[in-house]
């Protein structure tokens, strides 16, 4: 597996996201909600890979919910970088692209996603197919 790593700009956040897929092969998707997209939110996933997401100071972590409140949203305090979106029913995630140092081999045309007409149940279905498990350090 390669291991791609990044963070917030601060350095408060770190991530490791773990897979075999090669970063021009990775689906990128650009979620058309409206917090994504005040974000310039890129995101990527691997079912069969791994993120893993290691915080300094908690405290300075921000968990931001809306719509279905079915994620967290994992934003910065100190820098407001928005890092990733972890499941709340199952420890699953999707890292923003924007956050890891080798971003720009991340080079495929995003994939404009709209998933407002989903409900709970299907949204929940669709992270647990299709987002990667995470691991979670607080320091």
């Known amino acids: 597996m390669t291991v791609h790593t990044g ?12 897979t075999e897929l090669e970063p021009p092969q990775t689906e990128v998707r650009a979620c058309q909600c409206s917090f994504c997209i005040r974000h310039g939110s890129r995101a990527v996933a691997d079912p069969n890979g791994r993120l893993v997401i290691s915080v300094k100071d908690q405290t300075q972590l921000q968990r931001y919910q809306f ?3 079915t994620a967290d949203y994992l ?9 990733a979106a972890i499941a709340r029913d199952d420890a699953r995630a ?3 692209i ?3 140092d080798d971003r720009e081999r ?3 045309e995003p994939v404009r996603v709209d998933f407002d007409a989903e409900s709970r149940a299907q949204r ?5 197919t299709h ?6 350090s607080l320091g």
């Open 7 to 18: 963070g917030c700009h601060c350095g408060n956040i770190r991530l490791e996201f773990s």
């Open 67 to 69: 719509g279905l409140r």
């Open 75 to 83: 934003i910065c305090r100190q820098c407001g970088v928005y890092v």
């Open 94 to 96: 999707i890292v923003i």
């Open 98 to 100: 924007n956050a890891l």
């Open 106 to 108: 991340f080079n495929r």
């Open 124 to 128: 929940q279905a669709r992270r647990r």
């Open 131 to 136: 987002w990667m498990p995470v691991e979670m």
